[in-house]
Each structure stands twice: as structure tokens, then as C-alpha cells.
């Protein structure tokens, strides 16, 4: 079998992240949202001020999947948190312990940098991904909802007086 | 009737932020998670590497509410979004539009840093803010949960092979 490595991404992995985010936005039936450009992806994990990091866990040669994610804060705990964005394993690489290397990689990080917690958001219907975080100690935020401003909603506001 | 003001937190202001997030953990029945101390909030919000910034709501010369706010990163839009973490304000001075003058601001922000959306979360029993936020052309994620990893089990996960 081969070897398994979890890996931060280095600019090289610029166009395979792209074809990732594309692979998990079909997942996810949101194929329309994903719009995203190599170009952006690039300022945004390897700029002047990155928005965002990277880890690749490759297969042999192959890249399996990744995680991106970023730190966000939490005023009640005063401490800064990890925030997982994207997680996703190709096909192919399922049942091969990818995953829970990627979580357990950025568990080990968020404790380095004395984050006080780590969360992410997963569809209601992704029931496999559910039981999994379930199984790590994960809980539910069952009581709250994310509301999202966007698009002309977003610039009317921006323009009330 | 006093003037309403919005401007960015100083660092004098770090106390007053300290006693909103205790009156917000009130209101929000959550008062035994809000541990944050004076020193973390200093160094969050004016320290060597920022974590979120804050903008301060006065009437007059008195501290009516406050937002706090960090960015987040879409992979399917490429691009930062701002996301609000708190929004809080007084109960004497609700109905003022402190509240709204603080959502237009963000989304002044928001807009001008190119930014894609800007997004927060609200408990789902309080109906006035999400009356308040529907209005203003805000949409729930009603599909989507978040997740959250603290605690013992975060630090088990870390540790595991």
C-alpha cells in the first residue's frame, strides 16, 4: 500500500488545489458557486497577507485530498480558534484514513497555536462525514444559524445612509 | 436626542469591550463561557499580529453597542469575506438603530476590502435579530451545521497516531 503524507502546500500545488475546490463543489451540488481562480487561490495562500493555509495529503505521488483553513477568534474564550473551511478526499482515496490524518494534523496545529477550539460546517444531508465527526468528540452548534449577506443585498447596504 | 456615533476601537476602549462581551453572554444565556480577560483582548485586537478589530457604537458620550469582526476565506469565491462575530446592544439604547448603523458600517468595510460576503451567526430563539437581519436581505444557511472540536477532545485528536 502506499505511503500516506500530510503535507502544507507549497505554490506548485496552486493548480491541483484548484481542481480539488472544483471536485468538492460537485460533492456538494454547488458546482455554480465555485468560481474561484488559480490566480486568486494563489494571492489568497501565498501573498503579502495570506488569507488562508493549506495541507495536501498525497498518496504515493498522488494527491488524495486536502484541507484549507484559517483562524478565526472567539471573544468568550479570548483566544484565537482554527477554522476548517474545506476538507475533501477524492473517491478514489475513501476509506483510507486520509480524512482523519487531515483532522488530526490540524488538531495538532490548532493545540500549537494554543487555539481554544476548531470547527467547520458540514451539509445536513453529508450523513458519513456527520457520524465521523461525531466519532472524533465533534458536537453540533444545533442551536445556532449562519446567516450570509451577499451580492446587491450586500451593496445596498454598504450605500444606506 | 444624542448623537450616534461609530468608530473603531483604541486600546482605551478595551474595558468597556470587556463588559459588553459579559452583558452579551447574559443576554445570550452563555455567561459561564465567557472567560476572555482584559490582556487577551489587548493583544487580540491591538497586538503584534491582530485577531479581529472592533467598532464601538457611542450616543453621545456613552457606550450604547459593539461589533466584532475578524475575515474568513471562501475557496468557492477566492476571495476574504468579513465575518462577524459579535453584534451587540444595550437594552436602553435598542430600537435607537445603533444595531443597523453597525451592519451598515461592516458592510461599508466589507465592500470597500473586496470582500464577497459578509456572514454571522444568530441563536435560533432570538427572533428579533432575525426578523432584523432577514430585512435587511440576509439569507440562512438553514442546510448547513457547524461543528465544534474543544476541549479534551481536541487535545485526544492532537495526540493521536
Redesign the interface.
Known sequence: MSTLRIDPATPADVPVIRDL?RE??EFER?TH?????EE??RD?LFGPQP??EVLIARMGDEVAGFA?Y???????????GL?L??LFVRPRFRGLGCGAAL??RL??I??ERNC??????????NQRA?DF?RS???????????????G???????R?E
Open positions: 475546490i468538492l463543489a454547488l458557486e465555485a468560481k474561484a481562480t486568486q487561490l489568497a488569507a488562508a484549507l484559517f483562524h478565526n477568534f472567539s471573544t468568550f474564550v479570548g483566544r484565537r477554522y473551511e474545506d483532522l488530526k488538531a495538532r490548532a493545540v481554544g477550539r476548531m470547527e467547520w460546517s458540514v451539509l445536513d444531508w456527520i465527526y472524533l468528540g465533534a458536537v453540533p452548534m444545533n442551536e445556532w444559524t449562519t446567516y450570509r449577506l451577499t446587491e443585498a450586500l451593496q445596498k447596504l454598504a444606506a
